[in-house]
Every structure is written in structure tokens, then in C-alpha cells.
């Protein structure tokens, strides 16, 4: 069962910062959050993963608050490449992911 | 560029016919993920394996399905028989698991197999 929540869909300016929320109250100490995105029919690509520092990669930068029941995915400047079904996850134990109805990105020109 | 692979890409088969779907994993990888997708219920596991030993398909509709790992470079997903309501698309997905146990790991998806069944 999934263990998150995020909003259904999103729009965001091109060029633009897209902040994408997550909620996780339920998470776990040693639970790690990943996000994954899916873009039309592919497969799910990893983006980035965390457990209580926020992290930065060429992809993406994970906030995760203090008490770490929630987290944001940014992506610093979106092109239209973006536009995607994002899924935030917590890894629960023996490596399950349970991906949830994620958050519909839509990049506009 | 290691990747995972499925075959076949594309399967339209009657009702009641028997469905095998293949996935390849990236060499050294040893846990391999199946999940299905559909518009109705999204993307759902259905079993997954670590070192090739089953460990927990508790998400497989278990009359009908059947997952097996005959050796590390291969998984294959069953349906026997097929229904319309498998009509969906199946991802696998294999990642590495350290022999330490670290709580984090990255599953790598292949492309999927979109199944039609009539």
C-alpha cells in the first residue's frame, strides 16, 4: 500500500522551477524517500533518493523537512522533456516500492 | 549502457490462451521486480525475487499467474489462462541489493510489455 501522497497534477511555466510536494507522515526512521518519474508509457526512471539530508543530482534536488514527514522534488529550470508522471515512494522493508497515483506534471510552453 | 530488457514488446492473444512474458535484468543485479499497470489501478507489484528465490508475490493473482527465475539472466511472468482483464502493461524492474543490507537500493525498469487480451 502506497505510503504516500501527492497532489493528482501540476503545471508549470517552461524554463521555470517546478516544486513538487509530498506528503509521508507515516515514514518510518530508517525509511529512505525516492522519486521516480514516468514519462508517457516508458518505464518509471529513477531521479533521486533520500533519508534525511536534502540531496542534489543532475536531475533534480530532494528537500526533506526536519521531522521528515513530508518532502518536495525541484526541478531547477523545466523543459517541456519533463512534462511526466511523477511518483514519490517510501521504500518500505524487503525493498517493495508501492508507487501510488503520483502527481501528473505538465511543462507548458 | 546496461539495461533491462523485456520480450516481447507487444502480445494480443484470445482469452484462455497462455501468455509468457521474458525479462532480462542487468548482469549483477540480484533482485528483479514485476509490476503491472492499468489506468484503473496504476502500477501495482506483483512479485519480486532476490537472488533468484521468490520473496513475496502476495500482489500475483495466484490461480492464474506464475513467476520463476530459471537463472539469474532470466524471469519470465505466466498467465495461464489469459482473461481480458490482464490486458495491461508489465514492467520488469532489477536492482542491487548490498550483501551489507543498506536500506536503499535503485530499481532500473525496463521498457514493458503491453499485453491485449481479447
Known amino acids: 500500500d502506497a505510503k504516500t501522497t501527492q497532489p493528482p497534477s501540476m503545471d508549470c511555466a517552461e524554463g521555470r522551477a517546478a516544486n513538487l510536494p509530498c506528503n509521508h507522515s507515516t515514514i518510518s526512521g530508517n525509511e529512505y524517500v525516492y522519486w521516480y518519474r514516468q514519462i508517457h508509457s516508458q518505464g518509471p526512471q529513477y531521479i533521486i533518493h533520500g533519508l534525511k539530508n536534502n540531496e542534489t543530482n543532475e536531475m533534480a534536488s530532494l528537500i526533506i523537512t526536519e521531522d521528515r514527514k513530508s518532502s518536495t522534488l525541484i526541478l531547477p529550470h523545466a523543459t517541456l522533456r519533463d512534462t511526466a508522471v511523477y511518483y514519490c515512494?517510501?521504500?518500505?522493508?524487503?525493498?517493495?516500492?508501492?508507487f501510488g497515483t503520483g502527481t501528473s506534471l505538465t511543462v507548458i510552453p | 549502457d546496461a539495461r533491462v530488457t523485456q520480450t516481447p514488446r507487444h502480445k494480443v492473444t484470445e482469452m484462455g490462451q497462455e501468455v509468457t512474458m521474458r525479462c532480462q535484468p542487468i548482469?549483477?543485479?540480484?533482485?528483479v521486480f514485476w509490476y503491472r499497470q492499468t489506468m484503473m489501478q496504476g502500477l501495482e507489484l506483483l512479485a519480486y525475487f532476490r537472488n533468484r528465490a521468490p520473496l513475496d508475490d502476495s500482489g500475483m493473482p495466484k490461480d492464474r499467474f506464475s513467476a520463476e527465475m530459471p537463472d539469474a539472466t532470466l524471469a519470465t511472468l505466466k498467465i495461464q489462462p489469459s482473461e481480458p482483464r490482464d490486458s495491461a502493461v508489465y514492467f520488469c524492474?532489477?536492482?542491487?541489493?548490498?550483501?551489507?543490507?543498506?536500506?536503499?537500493?535503485?530499481?532500473?525498469f525496463g521498457p514493458g510489455t503491453r499485453l491485449t487480451v481479447l
Open positions: 515512494i517510501v521504500r518500505a522493508p524487503g525493498n517493495q516500492f508501492y
Open positions: 548482469l549483477g543485479h540480484n533482485t
Open positions: 524492474a532489477s536492482g542491487l541489493v548490498p550483501s551489507g543490507g543498506a536500506r536503499y537500493n535503485e530499481q532500473f
